[in-house]
């Protein structure tokens, strides 16, 4: 059994995340404006998102992309996929180490995902069906803080973890997300290669919690994927939140076998909590699906075999290029090889018609 598109897509597939700005906080204190906080190091930021932050979180995130993929009258553009690559989405969440829940809310459909004593609950309201898989704890306990891919705080540590010798970072003032005041934390990709120009981090000045993380191509100064907390609470978060209730004439959908599924797992031999792919820095090499890693670093690029809509679409509409064709936007990249290759990277034109004819970026 296949998984909604609506969950494939929080379990990201692109590189980025984006965001929102303002709005009502559920917080019960009121910290001071932004213009106040004293001021802080990018180090001292780098070191504070790395901190143990509350166990208890919940709130709305969303989620704002606008990649400017150019399909004109790609059937592709106009369905599910162009809605994900250009638009925005909501999700409400809560996390605590019991487990997580998130309410997926969008047009296209609504989606629940519930993680609670060793499995994750799957359920589609268009359907009414649910979908039950087994959920592999993480240490230190069973379940901590939202799953990788509604996560900010893992995917700003990843970011800073795995790029760190090809980034330069600066604090860049402060900002107001979902009511609360924070520092802005700016990383700047140092490798040519990528299209990133820079990603903004905005980090909690009372609780160092990462509210929005949105990353700008070289080519412009408005984002093209931002994530962020709409509101947010730190309160404690009841244990029935996590347990999955059937509604009403819901059937259980069969097919899915004991595995977890692909989309769902981490890098081979890691849990099965929701996350991003494999870091970018990971070893190149060939998964069981035909995934792998070109390159590494900023300059990543993620090569699979190319028989999805995705790649007939470029194939229509891309440039043809020396070993395959190629579709640029200004943040990410894609190409198709000769070969039967599909190639994604968050880098500039020039490095996906090199990583086409070479298979390296």
Do not use: C
Request: glycine share 10%; charged share 10%.
């Amino acid at each position: 059994m296949r998984l909604p598109h609506q969950l494939q897509v929080w379990t990201p597939a692109a590189t980025v995340i984006a965001v929102i700005a303002v709005v009502t906080t559920v917080v019960h204190h009121h910290p001071a404006t932004a213009s106040q906080l004293p001021p802080r190091s990018p180090t001292q930021l780098v070191a504070a998102i790395d901190q143990p932050r509350p166990a208890d979180i919940s709130g709305t995130l969303e989620v704002r992309s606008s990649f400017s993929l150019p399909l004109p009258n790609s059937p592709l553009a106009q369905g599910v996929f162009g809605k994900l690559l250009n638009g925005t989405h909501q999700v409400r969440v809560w996390a605590s180490p019991a487990g997580f829940r998130a309410e997926i809310l969008d047009t296209l459909d609504e989606t629940e995902v519930v993680a609670h004593a060793g499995s994750l609950t799957v359920y589609t309201y268009s359907t009414n069906s649910y979908a039950t898989f087994p959920l592999t704890p993480r240490g230190g306990g069973e379940f901590h803080g939202l799953p990788d891919g509604l996560n900010p705080q893992s995917l700003a540590r990843q970011i800073l973890t795995d790029f760190a010798t090809t980034t330069q970072t600066a604090t860049n003032g402060t900002t107001v997300v979902a009511g609360r005041s924070a520092y802005v934390l700016t990383v700047t990709p140092t490798d040519p290669r990528t299209s990133i120009g820079r990603i903004d981090i905005a980090v909690d000045a009372a609780t160092h919690v990462v509210l929005r993380i949105a990353i700008f191509p070289r080519t412009s100064n408005s984002p093209a994927f931002v994530v962020g907390f709409q509101s947010l609470s730190f309160a404690p978060v009841p244990p029935s939140r996590f347990v999955f209730v059937p509604p009403p004439g819901a059937h259980r959908a069969t097919g899915g076998g004991p595995a977890s599924p692909p989309s769902l797992q981490n890098a081979p031999g890691g849990s099965a909590q929701p996350s991003l792919p494999p870091p970018a820095s990971a070893a190149p090499g060939t998964g069981s699906s035909g995934f792998r890693v070109l390159g590494g670093g900023w300059s990543a690029i993620v090569s699979m075999p190319a028989d999805s809509p995705l790649a007939a679409a470029i194939l229509r509409y891309g440039q043809p290029v020396p070993g395959g064709v190629l579709l640029s936007t200004p943040l990410i990249a894609f190409g198709v090889t000769d070969d039967g290759r599909l190639l994604i990277g968050a880098v500039t034109t020039a490095t996906m018609r090199t990583a086409i004819q070479t298979g390296r970026p």
